[in-house]
């Protein structure tokens, strides 16, 4: 597709339950991020893939969380025995030039009930 | 520690006068920095960057203005549209984290009043 591609486009989970989100970036792209928003926050850095080199995972708030991504495509991000402090929209983006550059995609919004 | 700060969460103005909206930051080490604009429900979009080398980047409606000295920059849209209305981010980076992660600010919701 044209952009960067996030689903579901909204979850609700029940505390404690695992969620798994997915993000397509745009093809071609190397660089892929994810970041969430909490309610009246800004973006918060979690995770950095870089076509087949080790992931900087230093924004992973918990070892609850995990991302995976294969070569340069899809990517998943985990979020293990989900707490009500995990609700909040979760962003990728991709890059093909860095600095700056990033496509979002629109985001799965995550609530924690 | 919020590196990234917007000190304004909201910002009214009148259409066609100028919006102007700032952002502060405190790590010296940042030297990309960035503006981006969010829809509700939609992911937010680049708009306007500018490297630490300069002190001025325009772009049509939209000028960043960076002072290095106070680590303060702006964002100046002229004349202002009702598109406009938007939280707008403000976003730095540092080359020599090599995952050029952006650290975001909190946000500026603009209104532009036909």
């Known amino acids: 597709g044209a952009g960067v591609s996030q689903s579901p486009s909204n979850k609700v989970t029940e505390k404690g339950k695992d969620v798994e989100l997915r993000c397509d970036p745009i093809?071609?792209?190397?660089?892929l991020y994810w970041y969430r928003q909490r309610l009246g926050q800004g973006l918060e850095f979690l995770i950095y893939?870089?076509?087949?080199?080790?992931?900087?995972k230093s924004g992973l708030p918990s070892d609850r969380f995990s991302a995976e991504r294969t070569g340069e495509s899809v990517s998943t991000l985990t979020i293990q025995r989900t707490q009500q402090e995990d609700s909040a929209v979760y962003l990728c983006?991709?890059?093909?030039?860095?600095?700056?550059?990033?496509?979002f995609g629109s985001g799965t919004r995550l609530t924690v009930v | 520690d919020q590196q990234v700060k917007q000190n304004s969460p909201s910002l009214s103005v009148q259409e066609g006068r100028i919006s102007i909206l700032n952002c502060d930051y405190t790590?010296?080490?940042?030297?990309?920095f960035l503006w981006y604009k969010k829809y509700p429900a939609e992911g937010p979009t680049f708009l306007i960057s500018?490297?630490?080398?300069?002190d001025k980047n325009e772009d049509g409606r939209f000028t960043v203005f960076l002072n290095k000295s106070a680590k303060h920059l702006s964002l100046h849209i002229v004349p202002s549209q009702p598109g406009d209305s938007a939280v707008y981010f403000c976003?730095?980076?540092?080359?020599?984290?090599?995952?050029?992660?952006?650290?975001f600010g909190k946000g500026t919701k603009l209104s532009v009043i036909p």
């Open positions: 093809s071609g792209h190397t660089a």
């Open positions: 983006a991709s890059s093909l030039f860095q600095p700056g550059g990033y496509t």
């Open positions: 893939f870089q076509g087949n080199s080790a992931p900087d």
């Open positions: 790590n010296s080490m940042f030297d990309y």
């Open positions: 976003a730095a980076s540092w080359s020599g984290a090599g995952s050029y992660q952006l650290t």
């Open positions: 500018i490297s630490s080398i300069k």
